[in-house]
């Protein structure tokens, strides 16, 4: 009988652990548990620990360089063979790079279903129930998986992690990939960084992002000024990154990143749903839009109705002079 | 003679105005909004673009547009053809055209198992109504083809496919041996827009139409379950800064922002 929640956690390039793999193993505890948690990669073994306690009950740790970077034909053999010795009940990935490639695949070699880019999960019995928007985040759905495992994809910051808590007491097992050079019929042949410098969008306390409102490139200039004071990051619309004013991995929104700053700052932003669909958890919004009836105002908590181009350098100054008095 | 294979799916316009979206909970369906008509995913349409920047560089390059779903579909397949794909096939059957995304990557599969040989299959990196992304990596496992996803830029040479691939923070190149699965990514850039000579022409390209009994295939079972479909109350009360100029304006923002604590 199936039991328990398996996680696929996550390393960074950098080595260090995915905040998602925390908040995974969070969401497997809150449903119950017991919580397995897979690290692969190369040199992730330092790493479990930290996922021990942070709630997982068992870290099963598959270090092999066929495993970096990710590739789907090697990770999706380890992925079965882990998940078939398993046997869990429900089976979580971060709505990452990786979930969005391995968890549709593995759901495959299983005949079972996952939800992805999940915003909640709750258990109703032995039924996952995996909350997740759609209709670009107009809509929201509720789904329950008609299979074994029950899998989902969690979107990131969706679930607090628990507190770590270093005596836990935790199983760490190292296992092989398994996989062989001749099973990755895909090849990377190159690999680049766009935009490195700086405080990661992700993890950036304030956000401050421009739209097409912004009349051009130039108008960017102003904002990373005010993210320079404020220790921010500075984000986009996918208008503006289509139009290529600014670099295609700073776009907010469905198809761009989850943001979770405490202040989220849009300006010439008109709110889109989709571009929505990535502040959906931001509670401070602040809006500057020249247009009263913009959607962006309805989630927003201050409004300025005004172009920005007259607003943006008086409250960028005002700005600079309380940070320093 | 390179055969591309591309999905594509119709949706309710995602340009509809959050105002006129509205879902009718207990059909957990989305209420069609009159005088607004269904487009193509534009996803799927940037996949076709893809297929025919290959079929620009080799000019004898076959597009086959696969679509399911029900009569209005055909406007889909139509509007691929007078972009410049070849042929359609068009999988209408109500035993299927309501499925899940499983259900669809089967009859899909199946589908595109009829049209083999092949080189090259391309999905959108996500339909626009329910922003699942799983049809077009599922397919892939079903076939037990490679599969790379989110694409900005595919060629197609030697057998072999060579992907751009978007990352979260840059990007990478991989190769794949034919035939594989890719699916694309808006980076990859704007479709072209039909013109009204291959509107014309599209008129006289063939669509089969193909049901479940035509793919000689089971119907797929549903894997997932649909419990709920709501609109979400996201709407807060918003304070609203107003001044006599720009300049008051733009520091009492800064002033309230620092009262609250959030600067
Ligand atoms: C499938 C799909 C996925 C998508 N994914 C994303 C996504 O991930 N992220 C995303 O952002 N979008 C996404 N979009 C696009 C989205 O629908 C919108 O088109 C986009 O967000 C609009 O960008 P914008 O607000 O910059 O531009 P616009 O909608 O053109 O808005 C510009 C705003 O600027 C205001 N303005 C103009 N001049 C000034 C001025 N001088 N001062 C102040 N305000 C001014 C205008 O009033 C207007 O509100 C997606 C769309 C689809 C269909």
Partial sequence: MASGVLVFGEATDDGGLNPVTKELIAAGSNLGGPVTCVLAGTGVEGLAQECVAAGAGKVIVVDDPILT???????????ERITKEVDPSVLLMGQTMMGRDLAPRLAQRFSTAVAMDCMALSMDGDQLIAERPCYGGSARARYKINGTPQMATLRAKAVEPLAPD???????????AGVTADQVRTKITDRR??????????DATVVISGGRGLGGPEGFKELEDLAEIMGGAVGASRAVCDLGWYPVPTQVGLTGKVVTPDLYIAVGISGASQHMAGISSVKNIVAINKDADANIFKASRFGVVGDWKEIFPAFKEKVRELKSA | MPHIICLAKQVPDPETPAAQFKVDEAAKKVIPVPGIQPVPSQ??????????????????TIITIVSLGPDSNRDTIKHSLAMGADEGVHINDPAVNDSDHWATAETLAAAIKKLEPYDLIIAGRQAVDWDMGVVGTTIAEILDLPSVTIAKDVKMADGTVTVERVLLDGFETVEAPTPCVVTVSNELGEPRYPQLRQIMQAAKKEVKTWTIADLGIDTPQNRTTLEALFVPDTSIETEFIEGESAQEIGEKLAVRLNEEKLI
């Fill in chain 1, 69 to 79: 970077p990710y590739q789907g034909d090697a990770y999706i053999p380890m992925a």
């Fill in chain 1, 166 to 176: 270093s005596s836990r007491q935790g199983e760490i097992v190292r296992q092989d």
């Fill in chain 1, 193 to 202: 960084k766009e935009k490195a410098e700086g405080v990661r969008l992700e």
């Fill in chain 2, 43 to 60: 996803f799927d349409t940037i996949g076709v673009e893809a297929a025919l920047r290959i079929k620009d560089d080799v000019a004898d």
